[in-house]
Structures are given as C-alpha cells and as structure tokens.
C-alpha cells in the first residue's frame, strides 16, 4: 500500500521560512520521482517543485530562487524548504508520485502566510 504522509505546514509571517516533509511508504523510493504541489482556494493544482531520482530539480518560476526540494533516499522522504514565503504562497501542499500508470497523492499539509 502506497502512502504519502506530509508534515510541516503551519502560519507563518510573509518573509518566514518553513519546512515542510514528505515520508513516502510503500514505493521504491530511491528510484521515484518525486513532486510538491500546492492547491490555493478556487485555484487549480500547481507544481511546485520536482526532484528526480539523479537529484535533478525544477521549481515552478513563482518559486525559483526561495524553495528547495531535496530528499533523504535512506529515509525515503522529500523535503521542501521554503524560504522568502509570500501571501500569495498560501495554499494546502501536496506530495505526489508517479508509479508506472498510477498516481499517489499525499493528504497534504496547509500553509498560510499572513501580510
């Protein structure tokens, strides 16, 4: 059974920093890509970042240059370390994979940062 369990969302003021984890069960890890995603209320779902499994990263322009993905393969866990956070970055987070034809998608975690 694939799961995706993500931790780390909160409030925080616009400039904060927060942290935010994604342990994965249940999936070859190491050799998955893995995705964070945010959903803000009557938005559609965004890609934030992605991390391949030769650590190659992509980070939508909104972010570039105040997020990091990063993962722990003998944790198999996914980070996401956003720094410089923005009102408009306020949304419920969302860890996400690919499997072959399927596709798995944490609980998600919500963050919200105050002007």
């Known amino acids: 059974q694939v799961q995706l369990v993500e931790s780390g969302g909160g409030l925080v003021q616009a400039g904060g920093s927060l942290s935010l984890s994604c342990a994965a069960s249940?999936?070859?890890?190491?050799?998955?890509?893995m995705d964070w995603y945010r959903q803000a209320p009557g938005n559609e779902r965004e890609l934030v970042a992605l991390i391949t499994t030769g650590g190659i990263t992509n980070y939508a322009d909104s972010v570039k240059g105040r997020f990091t993905i990063s993962r722990d393969n003998a944790k198999n866990t996914v980070y996401l370390q956003m720094n410089s956070l923005k009102p408009e970055d306020t949304a419920v987070y969302y860890c996400?994979?690919?499997?072959?034809?399927?596709?798995?998608w944490g609980q998600g975690t919500q963050v919200t940062v105050s002007s």
């Open positions: 249940g999936i070859a890890f190491s050799f998955s890509t």
């Open positions: 996400n994979t690919h499997q072959g034809p399927y596709v798995y």
